[in-house]
């Protein structure tokens, strides 16, 4: 909720109106694709150049739906829930999911998600709402420093939702290849540092992997 107070904040600067931001909450609900939209229209950007941005910004999402869908179905689901149940994957109800899911009966987990997922995205666009009603009692740095909560909250619950090292592993060579991906290749930083800094966790799961093989043939 914090983290939409900042992107509210960002929007009222942006000259989008408040219909227009709510709309964006419940249709495009990922908070980065939706940062990514203002920018491009704040870039006079067309809307081809702007979908685009916007579509490959939540490309990101599909390692994280290819991962919850075979635990969200149960005996009876249907594709269509599925593919309903997909549009709130997010980092909030994925990492949510991920941890309780094994804690709730196959067959009701659709219904958890779809709690989880209507709650979350209900109650941030009533946030944004609120926020824009009251924008004028909240100064500019406020938003500012709401915002940049964004990233720390996706790093922690990333963090403490990875099942594996590997994933550790993957957040921290991310931190640590970013800065100098943006140093040499500042308009590919963010897709460079996802490549290299998946690789590494790839081998670092492999490596992992090689030494419990060895370790269980002795």
């Not at 704040?42 to 910004?57: F, H, R, W």
């Not at 740095?141 to 790093?155: D, E, I, R, S, V």
Request: glycine letters at 8%; charged letters at 10%; aromatic letters at 10%.
């Amino acid at each position: 909720m914090s983290s939409f107070i900042g992107f509210s904040g960002l929007a009222i600067e942006s000259g989008i109106s408040m219909g227009q931001a709510v709309f964006m909450t419940l249709t495009i609900w990922a908070l980065p694709a939706k940062v990514v939209l203002i920018g491009a229209i704040s870039a006079g950007s067309s809307m081809a150049a702007a979908a685009l941005a916007v579509a490959l910004s939540s490309v990101r999402l599909m390692p994280m739906v290819v991962a919850l869908l075979p635990e969200l179905k149960g005996p009876r689901s249907r594709k269509i829930t599925l593919l309903f149940l997909s549009h709130f994957v997010a980092v909030t109800a994925w990492v949510m999911a991920m941890e309780q899911l094994r804690h709730i009966p196959r067959d009701l987990r659709t219904s958890y998600f779809a709690g989880i997922g209507v709650t979350l995205v209900l109650t941030n666009a009533c946030v944004v709402a609120l926020i824009y009603m009251l924008s004028a009692n909240f100064p500019p740095l406020l938003f500012a420093a709401l915002f940049m909560l964004t990233p720390m909250y996706f790093l922690t619950s990333l963090w403490r939702s990875s099942r594996e090292q590997a994933g550790k592993a993957a957040l921290l060579s991310g931190l640590v290849i970013f800065p100098v991906m943006h140093t040499i290749a500042p308009g590919y930083d963010l897709l460079l540092t996802g490549l290299t800094g998946g690789a590494v966790a790839f081998g670092f799961h492999l490596y992992v992997q090689n030494l419990c093989r060895k370790e269980a043939q002795s």
